[in-house]
């Protein structure tokens, strides 16, 4: 009759054992407050920002906290290259 269906984890779902605290990524898109951004690994993940705030495409951020399966990032002082 019914047939199950397993997913595996989608695009952008984040993997706790693949990211730390403390990574360095830059924005891929704007976050309002949510968003998608690269992390020093090479890894596109979704994020969102800390308290909610707007962070502009291209911005450099660093990963404070790990919200579910999303980074949750701050902008950092540092600039991308």
């Known amino acids: 009759m019914g047939r199950r ?33 690269e992390l020093s690994t090479g890894e596109r993940v979704e994020s969102k920002s800390e308290l909610g705030s707007i962070i502009a495409s291209g911005i450099s951020v660093k990963v404070v906290a790990l919200d579910g399966t999303m980074a949750v990032v701050r902008q950092s002082d540092v600039l991308v290259q």
């Open 5 to 37: 269906v397993i997913l595996s984890n989608s695009v952008g779902e984040l993997d706790r054992t693949t990211i730390l605290v403390g990574t360095q990524a830059v924005t891929l898109t704007e976050h309002r407050p949510m968003g998608e951004c």
